[in-house]
């Protein structure tokens, strides 16, 4: 008998966001796995502390590098994917011996994680479960209390790492859209949204369902302070059928 | 004091998917309401049977035309705006005289919800709280067990509704794509697929996360077959990547 992965997704951070299949893994679990920095709890490990089993194993699985080396570089390459085959190792030892092991995912497993790549490496040796989470950006537009996406709208999911002219083209193309991923990009994002004629419409939040969680709009936030690499820009979409059910309605 | 209005995600239709947030505001709300077909519980109703108060008032917005007239009429607009103004009213009156109002939301609120149409009528003259859920495309990405989108991928929501010239273009240029509101459109989808040059790529997922889920590559899945309204495309991104970095692990 093998036991179980589980991709549990933990939440945009608030732990009343967790769904209760994931609170009722993690107090199960005999094995917790999370990805952080070395030395660091990682947010997800902060969102599930007090939950867990007394006895658990942690297995604390820390990047080897994050911002050391360029992300396109071999060097960065190489060392990653040696971490993800030792990580799925490590895991691999507590399944191949009857252990059901949990690995935290901060907002939903396999939207933009870490976790697909143990679950590539380990799917078709042992059985696995995802279980999805509520992500980052919906913790953003709830804080923001605007409606995202609406009717025939496009939802665009751009990470802020894209090139200037790539976030232009696409911005100008949707109706609506989430830019993650922003941090040191905010200047060329700022560009790419006034480019497409779409920075008046532009929120930015930051620990969206967090302590510290910030909403204003892009246009109103001082541009030369530094954003966090988890801020987020929302474009919402819907903007035209709510003045028009507005209008219609009066 | 007025009461509180809370626009609160279920998730995507397993109440194990339900945030621990959700779960203990349905619990003690005095009024509940729910958007449905009229007579029917609908999947959020069905989703929270068993955990509202046993004195808690429900209100159901049955909705007064779903497929009956084209959406895009003004017989439609009409009478939907007319319900939506109604609606609003009738929670209105609970918020006024001093009660807590929760609003079912499928998946999350604000992503393609109606619930949205009662927040702006309410937002500017009572407290309100957005509780982000899991959305239903997550559940289908968990249940499909392929990762959506990572590192630099363009993540792109597709209404189905959309036209084929439309889907075809979007679909061209997004590295991971999903396709709600399938339904009648699957034909349509179909052809934009196999234009765009993905067709082989596409994942077909239906009821995820819910009994009698079904998840097939659309090439296996029988043309013939009519295909339900919430059943969803999905065109994992990700997968130069994984094949990179397999072949760098090897």
Redesign the interface.
């Known amino acids: 008998m093998t036991g179980r992965l589980y991709g549990v997704?933990t939440?945009?951070g608030?732990?009343?966001?967790?769904?209760?299949?994931a609170?009722?893994l993690i107090r199960e679990a005999p094995v917790v796995a999370r990805f952080c920095k070395a030395g660091r709890l990682g947010n997800a490990g902060t969102t599930v502390a007090g939950l867990m089993r007394a006895d658990v194993v942690v297995e604390e699985l820390a990047y080897p590098v994050t911002t050391e080396l360029p992300l396109h570089s071999d060097a960065y390459?190489?060392r990653i994917?040696?971490f993800?085959?030792e990580s799925a190792a490590r895991i691999a030892t507590h399944l191949a011996a009857g252990r059901d092991v949990v690995v935290l995912s901060e907002g939903?497993?396999?939207?933009?994680?870490s976790y697909?790549?143990l679950?590539?490496r380990l799917?078709g040796r042992f059985p696995?479960e995802?279980?999805?989470?509520?992500?980052g950006m919906?913790?953003c537009?709830?804080?923001a209390?605007?409606?995202?996406?609406?009717?025939?709208?496009?939802?665009?999911?751009?990470?802020g790492?894209?090139g200037e002219d790539a976030l232009a083209e696409?911005l100008a193309g949707a109706d609506a859209a989430v830019i993650m991923k922003v941090g040191g990009n905010l200047p060329k994002i700022r560009r790419a949204l006034a480019r497409a004629g779409r920075l008046d419409d532009a929120l930015y939040v930051e620990r969206g369902?967090q302590p510290g969680q910030k909403v204003m709009t892009l246009a109103e936030r001082d541009a030369d302070l530094p954003a966090p690499y988890f801020s987020i820009i929302l474009l919402p979409g819907?903007q035209d059928v709510?003045l028009?059910?507005?209008e219609?309605?009066e």
Chains 1, 2 share one sequence.
């Open positions: 997704g939440g945009p608030d732990p009343e966001l967790m769904t209760l299949k609170a009722r390459r190489s994917t040696a993800y085959e939903d497993p396999l939207f933009y994680g697909m790549h679950h590539r799917a696995v995802v279980v999805p989470g509520v992500t919906a913790a537009w709830a804080a209390g605007v409606p995202i996406a609406q009717g025939d709208d496009v939802l665009c999911v751009l990470p790492t894209l696409r369902s819907w709510a028009a059910q507005a219609a309605a």
